[in-house]
């Protein structure tokens, strides 16, 4: 089993700055790639941005060059930094983690509101 735990949501005003946290604790081994997913009130869950063990990143097209996605393997945590944030940012924040062999991980999301 493998938990997620995501952590750093806040309210914030447009223009700010706020920084996730995603623990993983548990078959942490297993894990091949780890990820943020946001969901707004109302619409679909989108990915955000991805990292793999190896390192490599991706991100949505709507972030790209305002979110930085990371992560700390000593400490089992990816963390994803968001600068210049926009209203339309504004969503719950899952943290996923990807096991080729298995389903995959989810936590329980943190909520990210940006004000105008």
């Known amino acids: 089993q493998v938990q997620l735990v995501e952590s750093g949501g806040g309210l914030v005003q447009a223009g700010g700055s706020l920084r996730l946290s995603c623990a993983a604790s548990?078959?942490?081994?297993?894990?091949?790639?780890m990820g943020w997913y946001r969901q707004a009130p109302g619409k679909q869950r989108e990915l955000v941005a991805t990292i793999t063990v190896g390192g490599s990143t991706n991100y949505a097209d709507s972030v790209k060059g305002r979110f930085a996605i990371s992560g700390d393997s000593a400490k089992n945590t990816v963390y994803l930094q968001m600068n210049s944030l926009k209203p339309e940012d504004t969503a719950v924040y899952y943290c996923n983690a990807y096991i080729p062999t298995g389903p995959d991980y989810w936590g329980k999301g943190t909520l990210v509101t940006v004000s105008s």
């Open positions: 548990g078959s942490i081994f297993s894990i091949n790639a």
